[in-house]
């Protein structure tokens, strides 16, 4: 048996589907897959994007206020997407003009929050800024 060759998808929870809609398309660019309905057909519960390769990033709606989306213990600890070394800059003045403030930068990677408070990456590793 091989051992697995990419990654298929992952799945962040979130409280307010719109709002990590509007962050994760209007402002990181990425491209609606799929919507899935809730049981009562009368709102949304998924949402999936495209991460290119054939790899999805789901938006699952949840609706328990206490789960403690962006803990600091075990569980998702950042999703980071690959940009070009060369569009670093143009992606912090992005970010920045849509309100999203950085909150860490390496020689690599850029990091913001999602509306949720996810950790997430834009990574151009190996290419050092």
């Keep these: 048996m ?3 060759t990419a990654v298929h ?3 962040i929870k979130v409280r307010d ?3 990590a809609e509007r962050f ?3 402002i990181l660019g990425l491209a609606v897959l799929r919507r899935w309905p809730a049981p009562d057909r009368l709102a949304e519960r998924s949402l999936w994007l495209d991460l290119g390769a054939g790899a999805f990033l789901a938006l699952e709606k949840t ?3 206490s789960e ?3 803990a600091e213990g075990p569980g998702l600890h950042l999703l980071a997407l690959r940009i070009e070394r060369a569009e670093r800059q143009a992606w912090i003045d992005r970010l920045a003009n849509a309100g999203v403030p950085l909150y860490d930068q390496t020689a690599f990677t850029i990091y913001c929050r999602d509306p949720e408070g996810n950790r997430i990456g834009l990574s151009h590793w190996p290419d050092p800024a």
């Design 24 to 26: 994760f398309v209007n």
């Design 68 to 70: 403690p989306l962006a």
């Design 9 to 11: 998808h992952v799945a």
């Design 17 to 19: 589907l719109a709002r």
């Design 63 to 65: 609706s328990n206020d």
């Design 2 to 4: 091989s051992s697995p």
